[in-house]
């Protein structure tokens, strides 16, 4: 459990998992019936781009300025990252007047899927964000505190997807975002996706994944693909430089799994567009690709 977000936090894959996150949760929501939102995996809620800044034990850059950074200044925004952005720069305003601080031209708090999700949340809506990490736990369970419709729980996100599932609203969006330290992480999300179909077969469910080797995605969509009644799902990625670029993490991609109707076009758009903007090497590209195809 070495895993902080922090050095990561705005980074171009936080670009593309909370625009997307933001998006399917607004098609959802179209709806009026209520939903769960279950954040596997929530980390510490939200981050301190300051801290990032100063860096740290690691010594690491903050790598948001590659990320988030890159639309600050921008005009054109799809609407997916007009309102992502507007979700960022309000939740750091609202941050900086808590602790007394100016505004300022670039953020200094960025927030996390938690703080992004729990913004969107509806009177009939409520959050269950589970993390495992002692000391993020304890910041997310004091950051959402006395909040109704908003549990924290310290444990681990793959339990927490069959205690939680069914919820008694019958919908929900479960956010798996876990941190890949471990060797067997494909095997415990493929694990978490079939025994979450199980208990609630139209969730919709999102599965963040890092793109560092083309071959081990192949092999964790060819498991997900043989698992009973599969339901409609695409991937959205991001390359930000081609596989031989050098890069360690050249991409990722979101798993969708029962999309909200409509939208794989805005998200397709909405990589197409980022890979120019945030690309780091050549070969930049972006864009959905359906595995299991709406009827
Ligand atoms: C990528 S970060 C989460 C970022 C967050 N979802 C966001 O978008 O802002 C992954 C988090 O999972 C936590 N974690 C690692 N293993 C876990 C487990 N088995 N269950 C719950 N949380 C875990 C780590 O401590 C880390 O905070």
Redesign the pocket.
Known sequence: ?N?R?HYHAGNFA?VL??AALLRLAGGLQAKEKGILYL?????RGGYDLSAAAQGGSLGRAPEWPDGVGRLLGRADLPPELADYRSAVLAFDEAARARVGGEPGASPRFYP??PWLMVGRLRPQDRAVL????PE?EAFLASEFAGRRRVSTQAM???AAVKAMLPPPERRALV?I???FEAQDEWTSIVGAVSDGLARLPGGTFAIWYPLTARARVDVFYRRLLALPKLPPCFTVELLIGGETAGLKLWGCGLLVLNPPWGSAAPLDAMAKWLAPVLAQSAGAKGGVHWLVEES
């Open positions: 459990m895993y977000h936080d998992k909370h954040d596997t995996h929530a980390g996390g899927s589970c993390e495992r990490h993020e681990d996100g793959y956010l975002d876990p941190p």
